[in-house]
């Protein structure tokens, strides 16, 4: 049974940082494409960033873009956000997700993924 458990989250001041650390319980956790989302009240679950397996190609959504970098360690089943700059409305519930590479689909939408975990609040103040 494969499970994603994030931390890091917290609170920190506009213009702070923040890693987030998602651990993955998967055993050929480098067969894996990982994503993170996010989920600010009253919105809908939005696109942060995605790793391929072997962490050769990433991708971020254009509200993050040389602000955050995701990061793996596939030796410890890791996945990495490492936010900076972080404004307001980074404000949100983050989310790791995982889902094989071998499963055909855009990794930059949430339907594609297989696995969560359960979130970490990550509030920034002004």
């Known amino acids: 049974q494969v499970q994603l458990v994030e931390s890091g989250g917290g609170l920190a001041q506009a213009g702070g940082s923040l890693r987030l650390s998602c651990a993955a319980s998967i055993r050929t956790f480098s067969m894996y494409n990982m994503g993170w989302f996010r989920q600010a009240p009253g919105k809908e679950r939005a696109f942060v960033a995605y790793i391929t397996w072997s962490g050769s190609s990433t991708y971020y959504a254009d509200s993050v873009k040389g602000r955050f970098t995701i990061s793996r360690d596939n030796a410890k089943n890791t996945v990495y956000l490492q936010m900076n700059s972080l404004k307001p409305e980074d404000t949100a519930v983050y989310y790791c997700?995982?889902?094989?590479?071998?499963?055909?689909?855009?990794?930059?939408?949430?339907?594609?993924?297989?696995?969560w975990g359960q979130g970490t609040q990550v509030t920034v103040s002004s």
């Open positions: 997700a995982a889902v094989i590479r071998t499963k055909a689909g855009v990794l930059h939408t949430s339907t594609i993924y297989d696995y």
